[in-house]
């Protein structure tokens, strides 16, 4: 899968979670659309460019340690960034949003990838 493909599945399956996670939030439709989209587009690039170039300063390349460690670095810099995004914007329980979109989109990406 490219990037695009993979970002946009991702906002596909996380911008719902992040609107429901803001209802009722008095922003506007463009704003409580910006947050969501926000969240995951500040995240994703670095996911999917940085985070894999991280094992080869570990001393791994091509092993399944080494996958399920950067998976687990990546998804928690997700989730945390995602979070604290969404807290600084008043956002009630946002580590537990941002589990549920994270959760939900990697679910997802890894049994399509599969």
């Known amino acids: 899968m ?23 939030s008095g922003r506007s439709r463009f704003g409580t659309v910006a947050v969501a989209f926000a969240a995951s587009a ?3 690039p670095l996911v999917w460019y940085l985070f894999p170039l991280l094992p080869r300063t570990w001393g791994c390349v091509a092993s399944v340690r080494c996958w399920y460690q950067y998976m687990v670095l990546a998804e928690a810099f997700a989730v945390l960034v995602e979070a604290v995004w969404l807290w600084r914007r008043g956002v009630a329980r946002p580590l537990l949003w941002s589990l549920l979109a994270n959760g939900l989109s990697v679910t997802v990406g890894a049994l399509l990838f599969w």
């Open 2 to 24: 490219t990037w695009i493909g993979a970002f946009c599945l991702t906002q596909v399956i996380e911008i719902p979670v992040y609107l429901a996670a803001q209802r009722g």
């Open 42 to 44: 500040m995240t994703h």
